[in-house]
C-alpha cells in the first residue's frame, strides 16, 4: 500500500478538512482535522479512523498507524510552526 493509496482510504470513510498520511510501507504517520472529532475523547478518534481501515489492521496491510487527530477548532488555533510540526 502506498500513503496516497491509504489518504485516499482514510478519506473515502472520514471526512476531513485536512489529512495527510506519510510512511514507509508498513509504519504509517498520518495527521487528521475532522468535525468528526468535535467533542470525542482521543481513543474515540482514533476508533474512528481505525473503522475506515476495515480489516486491514488486522490482516497487517496497514501495520502501524500513529495519528494526531483534530477538530477544525483546535486546528485553527494551531500556529503555522505547530501545524508544520504534524
Known sequence: MTAQELQDLIGAGLSCAHLQVQGDGRHWYATL???EFEGKR???RHQRVYATLGNRMMTDEVHA???RTYS???WEKM???EKAGT
Open 65 to 67: 498507524l500513529s495519528m
Open 33 to 35: 482535522v475532522s468535525a
Open 72 to 74: 477544525p477548532t483546535e
Open 42 to 44: 482521543l481513543i474515540q
Open 79 to 81: 500556529s503555522d510552526a
